[in-house]
């Protein structure tokens, strides 16, 4: 049952002339899957409509190609011959009586057409932010014209294709029309530059076409970015973001706001807290009577009743706590708050778009999953396949030991600790990582519901307590342990001298084991978060810290996940030396020995303690041993035992926990490896559009 107090998030919500069922508004955004993979995309929104969100949205459709994102999946409405695809989305987001909304974008010097090869459009000539070597050339007055043609035939498109709500987009300093509201991209001297009426002029007019256009039966809803964290230099929220949504502010059918760019909309729990857009957006409603949406990771039921009875919000905007938990509005609704998987704030999920691939979630295994393997993520099939034993209480165990347990298995789930979680229990400690700790929590929240998983901790599992266990199956999530030789990318064979200087290893320093001498070097070519976030403690117990990578830039793979600016910058602030395209070379006492990347020039710096952030080994021991007494298992009663996870190979939390829920969606099955585990989207030879 619901509890009353959260009766305010069930309200329906008018938005022009469409309903929402309730205030759980799901924003656009990304999935990695786009125009490439439509019916992936199409269950995944589907899942999300089922679990209780009144809008789901799309992720951006381009309207045109003069400005598509290759190699970027995003979602396309060129023409009508990308409507099928669409239509599968607005089918299966109807189908759970939820609206599906389409987010028309036009990339102007966002877009670089690699695909197209069309020059792209922008306020100004100038090159695009992509990084490529494309320059945008300024639209002229025709041009303008053209643009807002082409957004009424998307809008005319996309009412076609069923959606309920139409998007005018002009967020994340990505957009045409972002880019011509602000003095840093519009030095325009007509009519579209100049006064900020002017440069409004383009918005309202898209704008008002589109509703025009299609404003009968869709929703005409705005995202505006109210402050772009600039300062002087962008958009502000007591200047021209305040102003802008006070000119325009009756002509949408709704106002979705936030800051841009995208690291700051999407920024991780590791630099903000939850709610932490509300400064910058709590004054659109005090200018506007339509309904405003607000994201800010929200998962927290208390804290959504709160920002639309204080006046923040009408409605509760989300895209990760949607994908950490499709789930989260059902559950509220029906008094089920201990089943919320909640959001850790890692931005895994980003980095699907980043790499062009389909999203995936550290805390939800069947994001991405809902179409090629038909993972659903409330819905486990029963088993009879006979009992588990599952040895190790992380990611990977917990994840497994729950999904099993979900399948109603009798489950045996040992932690060798007297704590839960492994690796994210340690690294839940780290500066600014505690939400990680959810990763753990919510499993082992799940557990107390499930009476058929007995968990025992303090239970180091030896080959002889396997095999007496009575399991049937058996699965080794026994982790990894961090390398101190130095070996890793760059280094494929033990640093030399490495056992001359004096190493505190990753793991020493996840114990809470902090180097008592500096210079502290971070020899870093994992590349993830690790190295910085080493750097972070390193520094802030006031020691002289230093990290080396064979990169241009610091924890260069958080470029993903939209950290690294961030990261570097924190960095820099704490007083880290950086030193980028050096690989270590070779160890002495008390010093160490880097070469450059490209000239293979060597140096020689003070290193008191090193710390290798370089790569895992597999804890598979236990594994190992039990491979040795293969020909005891029929006997003991075993069929199988796999090893799972960071034991199998070490890699990301988000890759153990998958790996924990495969292995307890395939238990008891004769997994055949020739043979693709999944669906896939094939593209027809001899079909054209
Ligand atoms: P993963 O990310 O794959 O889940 P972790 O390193 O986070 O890996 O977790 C592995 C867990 O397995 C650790 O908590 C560790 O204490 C536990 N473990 C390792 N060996 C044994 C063992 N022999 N018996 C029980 N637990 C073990
Ligand atoms: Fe949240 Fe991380 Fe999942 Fe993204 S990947 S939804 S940030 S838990």
Same mark, same amino acid.
């Given at each position: 049952?619901?509890?009353?107090?959260?009766?305010?998030?069930?309200?329906?919500?008018?938005?022009?002339?469409?309903?929402?069922?309730?205030?759980?508004?799901?924003?656009?955004?990304?999935?990695?899957?786009?125009?490439?993979?439509?019916?992936?995309?199409?269950?995944?929104?589907?899942?999300?409509?089922?679990?209780?969100?009144?809008?789901?949205?799309?992720?951006?459709?381009?309207?045109?190609?003069?400005?598509?994102?290759?190699?970027?999946?995003?979602?396309?409405?060129?023409?009508?011959?990308?409507?099928?695809?669409?239509?599968?989305?607005?089918?299966?987001?109807?189908?759970?009586?939820?609206?599906?909304?389409?987010?028309?974008?036009?990339?102007?010097?966002?877009?670089?057409?690699?695909?197209?090869?069309?020059?792209?459009?922008?306020?100004?000539?100038?090159?695009?932010?992509?990084?490529?070597?494309?320059?945008?050339?300024?639209?002229?007055?025709?041009?303008?014209?053209?643009?807002?043609?082409?957004?009424? =035939?998307?809008?005319?498109?996309?009412?076609?294709?069923?959606?309920?709500?139409?998007?005018?987009?002009?967020?994340?300093?990505?957009?045409?029309?972002?880019?011509?509201?602000?003095?840093?991209?519009?030095?325009?001297?007509?009519?579209?530059?100049?006064?900020?009426?002017?440069?409004?002029?383009?918005?309202?007019?898209?704008?008002?076409?589109?509703?025009?256009?299609?404003?009968?039966?869709?929703?005409?809803?705005?995202?505006?970015?109210?402050?772009?964290?600039?300062?002087?230099?962008?958009?502000?929220?007591?200047?021209?973001?305040?102003?802008?949504?006070?000119?325009?502010?009756?002509?949408?059918?709704?106002?979705?706001?936030?800051?841009?760019?995208?690291?700051?909309?999407?920024?991780?729990?590791?630099?903000?807290?939850?709610?932490?857009?509300?400064?910058?957006?709590?004054?659109?409603?005090?200018?506007?009577?339509?309904?405003?949406?607000?994201?800010?990771?929200?998962?927290?039921?208390?804290?959504?009743?709160?920002?639309?009875?204080?006046?923040?919000?009408?409605?509760?905007?989300?895209?990760?706590?949607?994908?950490?938990?499709?789930?989260?509005?059902?559950?509220?609704?029906?008094?089920?708050?201990?089943?919320?998987?909640?959001?850790?704030?890692?931005?895994?999920?980003?980095? %699907?778009?980043?790499?062009?691939?389909?999203?995936?979630?550290?805390?939800?295994?069947?994001?991405?999953?809902?179409?090629?393997?038909?993972?659903?993520?409330?819905?486990?099939?029963?088993?009879?396949?006979?009992?588990?034993?599952?040895?190790? %209480?992380?990611?990977?165990?917990?994840?497994?030991?729950?999904?099993?347990?979900?399948?109603?298995?009798?489950?045996?789930?040992?932690?060798?600790?007297?704590?839960?979680?492994?690796?994210?229990?340690?690294?839940?400690?780290?500066?600014?990582?505690?939400?990680?700790?959810?990763?753990?929590?919510?499993?082992?929240?799940?557990?107390?519901?499930?009476?058929?998983?007995?968990?025992?901790?303090?239970?180091?599992?030896?080959?002889?307590?396997?095999?007496?266990?009575?399991?049937?199956?058996?699965?080794?999530?026994?982790?990894?342990?961090?390398?101190?030789?130095?070996?890793?990318?760059?280094?494929?064979?033990?640093?030399?001298?490495?056992?001359?200087?004096?190493?505190?290893?990753?793991?020493?320093?996840?114990?809470?084991?902090?180097?008592?001498?500096?210079?502290?070097?971070?020899?870093?070519?994992?590349?993830?978060?690790?190295?910085?976030?080493?750097?972070?403690?390193?520094?802030?117990? %006031?020691?002289?810290?230093?990290?080396?990578?064979?990169?241009?830039?610091?924890?260069?793979?958080?470029?993903?996940?939209?950290?690294?600016?961030?990261?570097?910058?924190?960095?820099?602030?704490?007083?880290?030396?950086?030193?980028?395209?050096?690989?270590?070379?070779?160890?002495?006492?008390?010093?160490?020995?880097?070469?450059?990347?490209?000239?293979?020039?060597?140096?020689?710096?003070?290193?008191?303690?090193?710390?290798?952030?370089?790569?895992?080994?597999?804890?598979?021991?236990?594994?190992?041993?039990?491979?040795?007494?293969?020909?005891?298992?029929?006997?003991?009663?075993?069929?199988?035992? =796999?090893?799972?996870?960071?034991?199998?190979?070490?890699?990301?939390?988000?890759?153990?926990?998958?790996?924990?829920?495969?292995?307890?969606?395939?238990?008891?099955?004769?997994?055949?490896?020739?043979?693709?585990?999944?669906?896939?989207?094939?593209?027809?030879?001899?079909?054209?559009?």
């Amino acid at each position: 049952m619901r509890d009353s107090r959260y009766d305010i998030l069930f309200e329906p919500v008018q938005i022009g002339p469409v309903t929402a069922r309730n205030r759980f508004y799901q924003v656009p955004h990304c999935c990695g899957m786009g125009h490439r993979y439509p019916q992936s995309m199409a269950a995944m929104r589907g899942i999300k409509a089922e679990g209780g969100w009144a809008v789901v949205c799309t992720e951006e459709l381009e309207i045109h190609h003069t400005a598509e994102l290759a190699p970027y999946l995003e979602g396309r409405i060129w023409d009508d011959q990308d409507l099928p695809a669409l239509e599968k989305m607005v089918e299966a987001v109807h189908a759970h009586g939820s609206l599906a909304g389409a987010e028309l974008v036009y990339n102007g010097h966002h877009a670089s057409n690699l695909y197209s090869r069309a020059p792209p459009l922008g306020p100004m000539h100038l090159m695009t932010d992509c990084g490529d070597p494309v320059q945008a050339r300024a639209l002229d007055l025709e041009d303008i014209r053209n643009v807002r043609r082409w957004h009424v =035939q998307a809008a005319r498109r996309a009412k076609r294709a069923g959606f309920d709500i139409v998007y005018v987009y002009a967020g994340h300093d990505m957009t045409i029309l972002q880019h011509f509201l602000s003095r840093r991209h519009n030095q325009r001297t007509d009519e579209y530059g100049g006064s900020l009426e002017n440069r409004v002029r383009l918005f309202r007019e898209v704008l008002e076409e589109t509703k025009e256009a299609v404003g009968d039966k869709c929703a005409v809803v705005v995202r505006l970015a109210v402050d772009e964290l600039l300062g002087e230099d962008g958009i502000t929220a007591e200047g021209e973001g305040h102003d802008t949504v006070a000119l325009l502010a009756e002509l949408p059918d709704l106002w979705d706001v936030n800051v841009a760019g995208w690291a700051n909309d999407s920024a991780s729990a590791r630099f903000t807290e939850e709610g932490y857009q509300e400064p910058y957006i709590k004054f659109v409603k005090s200018l506007t009577s339509k309904p405003v949406v607000g994201v800010g990771r929200y998962t927290s039921p208390d804290t959504m009743v709160r920002i639309i009875k204080q006046g923040i919000v009408d409605m509760i905007g989300a895209a990760r706590p949607s994908i950490a938990d499709p789930f989260l509005p059902k559950k509220i609704e029906q008094g089920r708050l201990d089943d919320i998987r909640e959001c850790i704030g890692c931005n895994i999920c980003i980095t %699907g778009d980043s790499t062009c691939t389909p999203i995936r979630c550290t805390q939800n295994p069947t994001m991405g999953e809902e179409w090629r393997k038909g993972w659903h993520p409330e819905v486990m099939p029963a088993s009879s396949a006979g009992p588990a034993l599952i040895v190790g %209480g992380g990611p990977a165990g917990l994840e497994a030991a729950v999904s099993l347990g979900r399948r109603r298995l009798e489950v045996n789930l040992a932690e060798a600790r007297e704590d839960w979680g492994g690796r994210v229990a340690r690294e839940a400690k780290l500066p600014g990582l505690a939400t990680w700790a959810r990763v753990r929590d919510w499993r082992v929240g799940q557990l107390i519901g499930l009476p058929n998983v007995n968990s025992y901790l303090a239970s180091a599992m030896t080959a002889d307590d396997v095999l007496a266990s009575g399991a049937r199956h058996v699965a080794i999530a026994t982790g990894s342990r961090w390398r101190t030789d130095g070996v890793g990318r760059f280094n494929h064979h033990p640093i030399d001298g490495i056992a001359d200087v004096n190493v505190s290893s990753v793991d020493d320093m996840l114990s809470g084991r902090i180097p008592a001498l500096g210079p502290v070097v971070i020899y870093d070519s994992d590349e993830y978060y690790m190295g910085g976030v080493l750097a972070e403690v390193s520094a802030r117990a %006031g020691l002289a810290t230093i990290v080396v990578t064979p990169h241009s830039v610091v924890s260069r793979w958080t470029l993903n996940n939209l950290e690294q600016a961030r990261i570097q910058t924190q960095l820099l602030e704490l007083g880290v030396t950086i030193h980028a395209h050096r690989i270590l070379k070779s160890c002495r006492s008390g010093e160490i020995e880097l070469e450059c990347t490209y000239t293979g020039r060597k140096e020689t710096i003070e290193c008191q303690t090193l710390v290798p952030v370089t790569s895992r080994l597999p804890e598979d021991g236990l594994w190992r041993a039990l491979k040795a007494r293969q020909n005891e298992w029929a006997d003991a009663g075993v069929r199988s035992v =796999q090893l799972i996870g960071d034991a199998y190979a070490p890699g990301i939390i988000a890759a153990a926990v998958y790996a924990g829920h495969r292995y307890a969606r395939d238990y008891g099955e004769e997994i055949d490896p020739d043979i693709t585990p999944f669906k896939r989207e094939a593209i027809e030879v001899g079909a054209e559009f």
